[in-house]
């Protein structure tokens, strides 16, 4: 397989919110996708407000690059749960340090918009905003294992709770 590579431009940066990468807590997160107005103008959203939800590609930009463990390990080095390749978890350690959150839109109010529950931090560069439509969600019967809703108890907790 021939090797391809391409260049990201950041369409937007969170502003706000939390400050440090955390494992859990992103409960009543709130901060800002602050959409650059070099690029786009206050076209880029018409229609956006009509959503409840969106999707967004981000990059991990505050993880180490040399902290990449593509072979088999345990989430959160837990004994209990099983291990998996790179491509069973959904943490920052990925060959091209993308994440990827559904999150609440609460406003769109110019080039800012105002999110809830977005696990990106202050800073992180914003790759790509989708709409979130129910249509192109899962489809079928869902079959995962136990652990990620274990690990994932208190991921959307509140800090409070």
């Known amino acids: ?19 440090e990468v955390g494992d859990d807590f992103w409960g009543g997160n709130r901060s800002i996708i602050r959409i650059d107005p070099e ?14 939800h969106i ?9 180490d690059r040399t902290d990449l463990h593509p072979e088999p390990r345990r989430p959160r080095n837990n004994p209990d749960w099983p291990l998996g390749g790179i491509f069973a978890h959904r943490n920052m350690r990925r060959q091209n340090w993308l994440g990827v959150s559904r999150c609440r839109l609460l406003k769109v109010d110019g080039l800012d918009l105002h999110v809830e529950e977005l696990d990106a931090v202050d800073g992180t560069p914003v790759l790509d905003i989708k709409p979130w439509f129910s249509a192109m969600g899962v489809r079928g019967e869902v079959r995962e294992p136990a652990w990620p809703s274990e690990m994932l108890a208190e991921y959307y907790a509140t800090p409070e709770d």
């Open 55 to 63: 999707e967004v590609v981000f990059s991990f930009h505050l993880t």
């Open 1 to 19: 397989m021939a090797s391809e590579s391409f260049t990201v431009v950041p369409v937007a940066h969170v502003v706000g919110g939390r400050v």
């Open 39 to 52: 690029q786009f103008g206050e076209g880029a959203v018409v229609g956006l407000d009509a959503f409840s």
